[in-house]
């Protein structure tokens, strides 16, 4: 995936939190990664080394338990509330971006996305 000056831009003005969450959001909805890249997002060690993240970036939302509790981890919210679609599945995303994540966020969508 190619992105331009312009774009990249754009891009920066956006907190990093908000850019991860429209952006997977777009990605998962529109089937834009592949069965075997979702997976690794659901493992923690590989959300560390790519991403500098310590929670797996996304999570299967357990239909047992409440939304909310799906989101906690140790008591703490670390999950967005509002899950994300793929191939009927339901995912989180983990909240706990910040911005020294920006890079390593990039560089992944422009390796990874197949069209954005």
Same mark, same amino acid.
């Given at each position: 995936?190619? +992105?331009? %000056?312009?774009?990249?831009?754009? &891009?920066?003005?956006?907190? +990093? ?6 952006? +997977?959001? #777009? #990605? ?8 075997? %890249? #979702? ?6 060690? =590989? ?9 797996? +970036?996304?999570?299967?939302?357990? *239909? *047992? ?7 906690? #981890?140790?008591?703490?919210? /670390? ?7 793929? /191939? %009927?599945?339901? =995912? &989180? &995303?983990?909240? %706990?971006?910040?911005? =020294?994540? !920006? ?7 422009? !390796? ?5």
């Amino acid at each position: 995936m190619e +992105i331009s %000056e312009s774009e990249k831009k754009e &891009l920066d003005k956006l907190k +990093i939190g908000k850019l991860v969450k429209n952006t +997977i959001s #777009i #990605i998962l909805e529109k089937d834009l990664i592949s069965e075997n %890249e #979702i997976q690794n997002l659901l493992k923690k060690d =590989y959300s560390k080394f790519t991403f500098n993240v310590i929670f797996p +970036i996304l999570k299967k939302v357990d *239909k *047992k338990i409440s939304l909310k509790e799906n989101g906690l #981890i140790n008591g703490n919210p /670390r999950y967005y509330a509002k899950p994300i679609e793929n /191939r %009927e599945t339901e =995912y &989180l &995303l983990t909240n %706990e971006w910040k911005e =020294y994540n !920006r890079e390593d966020f990039m560089n992944w969508l422009k !390796r990874k996305v197949s069209d954005l």
